[in-house]
Antibody, heavy 119, light 107 residues
Framework: EVQLVESGGVVVQPGGSLRLSCAASGFTFDDYTMHWVRQAPGKGLEWVSLISWDGGSTYYADSVKGRFTISRDNSKNSLYLQMNSLRTEDTALYYC????????????WGQGTLVTVSS | DIQMTQSPSSLSASVGDRVTITCRASQSISSYLNWYQQKPGKAPKLLIYAASSLQSGVPSRFSGSGSGTDFTLTISSLQPEDFATYYCQQSYSTLGTFGPGTKVDIK
């Protein structure tokens, strides 16, 4: 059974930093591109970032480029999101999601971890 | 960047109704279009990928069509468990933009 479990969400002040983690199991982690998607309270889904199977390619939404860094440790079946220079508008539930490989759809999602940026 | 729009933003329907949701891309995305269902307090669930392929385990009352810039999600006979918000997402570009969502609620 595929499982994705996010952690690391907390309350942080504007300008602060945070690292989110996503522990994967039930599939061959290093075969797949992985994504972060976020959802602000009461709002829609916003794609944030992706990382290729080997970590060699990373992409970011314009809203987080230069502030967030996605990474992975295939030896630990883990995905990460380093979030710096946090803003109030970064407040959201952050999901990690697995890519289907050929089609680029997101076929498995975690339950999300809540990041609140507030003074 | 590719922008996605959806219509309507919300709709009210009854059990048994046929429901159609439209998604439009700001440029051609071939068939790189996916549909998700999200219920309150839950993670999104993949329904349709590559515009018209049904994800494993998803009921056959869900179907998708379209290519290029215009796409449709159809629920042939709405069931009580289908009341949710539906999002389209393009995977043509690496920045996988989502549409704003369509909320389907009970009439």
């Amino acid at each position: 059974e595929v499982q994705l479990v996010e952690s690391g969400g907390v309350v942080v002040q504007p300008g602060g930093s945070l690292r989110l983690s996503c522990a994967a199991s039930g599939f061959t982690f290093d075969d797949y591109t992985m994504h972060w998607v976020r959802q602000a309270p009461g709002k829609g889904l916003e794609w944030v970032s992706l990382i290729s199977w080997d970590g060699g390619s990373t992409y970011y939404a314009d809203s987080v480029k230069g502030r967030f860094t996605i990474s992975r440790d295939n030896s630990k079946n883990s995905l990460y999101l380093q979030m710096n220079s946090l803003r109030t508008e970064d407040t959201a539930l952050y999901y990690c999601a697995k890519d289907t490989r050929e089609e680029g759809a997101l076929d498995y999602w975690g339950q999300g971890t809540l990041v609140t940026v507030s003074s | 960047d590719i922008q996605m729009t959806q219509s309507p933003s919300s709709l009210s329907a009854s059990v048994g109704d046929r429901v159609t949701i439209t998604c439009r891309a700001s440029q051609s995305i071939s068939s790189y279009l996916n549909w998700y269902q999200q219920k309150p307090g839950k993670a999104p669930k993949l329904l349709i990928y590559a515009a018209s392929s049904l994800q494993s385990g998803v009921p056959s009352r869900f179907s998708g069509s379209g290519s290029g810039t215009d796409f449709t999600l159809t629920i042939s006979s709405l069931q009580p468990e289908d009341f949710a918000t539906y999002y389209c997402q393009q995977s043509y570009s690496t920045l996988g933009t989502f549409g704003p969502g369509t909320k389907v609620d009970i009439k």
